[in-house]
């Protein structure tokens, strides 16, 4: 009987040994499942219907369409990878065979992330990712352009050196940490930053000047717009709160998401603890305005008494009545969190009207989170409207109100809808 108690007791202890050793690893399998999220990394690496993180999602680029690799543990995807291997792939855009990744990848953004952070992604995607046996996509990119020995020229004169981030001396901790989620693992430049005609992103962080998060170019049909402190098409007019209440739930008093930004809260923000999406909000907001002379929205009732009083004789506005309003209002302010307001919305008052003219064409579905699971869908009008009634009421929404945005021709519809 002593026999056996000393041997059970022996064998508790065992287990007890083992258990104290996998804690480390699944706080490290964890972390890096966060950090994933952060980096939303599932947005890409999935197709849709696809299995998570097994690649196959179709991206389309100024030289054709490349594919996102399978990043799942098995041998079709990175189940043969070292953490060297992770690390070169992910930091320094360098594949295992040697070969350099499309800048797709956000390599640079991703040179500044942390090793220790480097080391949790590892063991999320070696440990906690469900392996996928599915190979890799070839580039629909037309020879010589997809050869891939000037993909390695190009890593060597855009990519920066990788190191881990050091905050700025004296830089609040709250403004450091965002700006390391900001300018690495949320590669937030990647989409929101003007690219050059070699298509490096003309800056990689704050340090880099005013163009950093400037907006971008069309994409897809969207533009990605300006983060910075511009109240006419920047975050001007947006407080911390009202960032961070965006970034959980897609939707704020005034705004609401769409386009690719719907996918970024749905797989990534909504997961992000309230410190990190301060910390966000607060180094967005320490970002100045490009446009030193920016001066807040002033709203001008003349449009909305105008409509109350039922003169539509501004063109556009008796397409507005009879398509908008009943969302948008005749005021323009929307419905707090269901429908965005109009008036002062700085997305409708950039310079590149394309986002505005592509959801009155395509519509678009505010999503569902978990702290704000309500969804409703905006119809798209291609169907109903001309592209002439198209750009009228565009032109109506981005002149009324004290909104000071440019004409769009039908010719601009056009061209979209085709």
């Known amino acids: 009987m002593k026999a056996l108690v000393i041997a059970t007791l022996a064998l508790l202890g065992s287990f007890s040994a083992v258990a104290a050793q996998n804690e480390p690893q699944s706080a490290l399998i964890k972390q890096g499942e966060y950090l994933a999220r952060a980096g939303d990394c599932v947005a890409c690496h999935t197709a849709k219907g696809g299995k998570p993180f097994a690649g196959g999602l179709p991206m389309e680029t100024p030289i054709g369409v490349i594919y996102s690799t399978n990043i799942t543990p098995d041998k079709s995807g ?40 480097m080391q949790a992604l590892y063991a999320y995607f070696m440990k906690g990712v469900e392996p996928v046996a599915q190979e890799n996509k070839a580039v629909d990119i037309p020879w010589p352009l997809s050869m891939r020995w000037p993909l390695a020229m190009w890593r060597e004169l855009f990519a920066p050196a990788v190191e881990d981030f050091t905050p700025v001396a004296g830089q609040d901790p709250v403004v450091s940490r965002g700006a390391y989620l900001v300018e ?33 170019a069309p994409l ?114 929307g419905y707090t969190r269901v429908f965005p307001a109009l ?46 009634e198209v750009a009228d009421v565009v032109n109506f929404i981005r002149t009324s109100w004290g909104n000071k945005g440019e004409d769009v021709k039908p010719e601009d519809v056009k061209k979209l809808r085709e």
């Open 78 to 117: 990175i189940g043969t990878y070292s953490f060297d291997d992770f690390d070169k792939a992910v930091r320094h855009g360098i594949a295992q065979n040697g070969s350099t990744l499309y800048p797709a990848m956000p390599y640079p953004s991703y040179a500044r992330v942390n090793q220790a952070d």
């Open 184 to 216: 690495g693992l949320g590669h937030c430049g990647a989409c929101h930053t003007p690219r050059a005609l070699t298509m490096q992103e003309k800056a990689l962080s704050a340090a880099d000047g005013s163009v950093f998060l400037s907006g971008s």
């Open 220 to 333: 897809e049909g969207w533009i990605a717009k300006n983060l910075r402190g511009d109240h006419k098409d920047g975050l001007g007019s947006w407080d911390e709160e009202q960032l961070v209440q965006f970034l959980k739930t897609g939707r704020s008093d005034r705004s609401a998401v769409f386009g690719g930004m719907s996918d970024v809260i749905v797989h990534s923000m909504q997961y992000m603890s309230e410190s990190d999406l301060t910390a966000i909000a607060r180094y967005l907001k320490s970002l100045p305005a490009v446009d030193p002379a920016d001066t807040p929205h002033r709203y001008d009732p003349s449009v909305a008494d105008a409509l109350w009083n039922g003169d539509d004789s501004k063109r556009g506005a008796a397409v507005y009545i009879d398509n908008c309003a009943a969302c948008h209002r005749t005021d323009g302010h």
């Open 343 to 388: 008036a002062g919305n700085p997305v409708l008052q950039s310079n590149d009207p394309t986002s505005l003219i592509h959801i009155v064409l395509k519509g678009g579905t505010l999503p569902a989170t978990h702290t704000a699971p309500s969804t409703f869908t905006m119809p798209a009008f291609d169907w109903r409207l001309s592209d002439q």
